[in-house]
């Protein structure tokens, strides 16, 4: 993802009353929630086009019952 086709997402965490330890906690949830960890875990190692494209579908569908399962509650 390029930042021409995204706009640029900056996180940032303010540290309050020299608490590093609940400030690097916020980060890191702030990660996981945009997703970087996972995109790291897919990026380590090649993965053929095939299972790409399988990986893919999975997550198109995960995402699609995800939004049909709040528009019915």
């Known amino acids: 993802m390029s930042v021409t086709m995204q706009e640029e997402k900056k996180l940032e965490v303010k540290v309050i009353e020299n608490d590093v330890e609940k400030a690097l906690k916020i980060l ?10 996972k995109e790291l875990k897919v990026r380590r ?22 939004v049909q399962r709040r528009r019915s509650n």
């Open 28 to 37: 890191k949830n702030k990660l996981s929630k945009s997703g970087l960890f």
């Open 45 to 66: 190692a090649y993965e053929k086009p095939s299972v790409k494209k399988k990986r893919k579908t999975i997550e198109a569908r995960r995402r699609l019952a995800k």
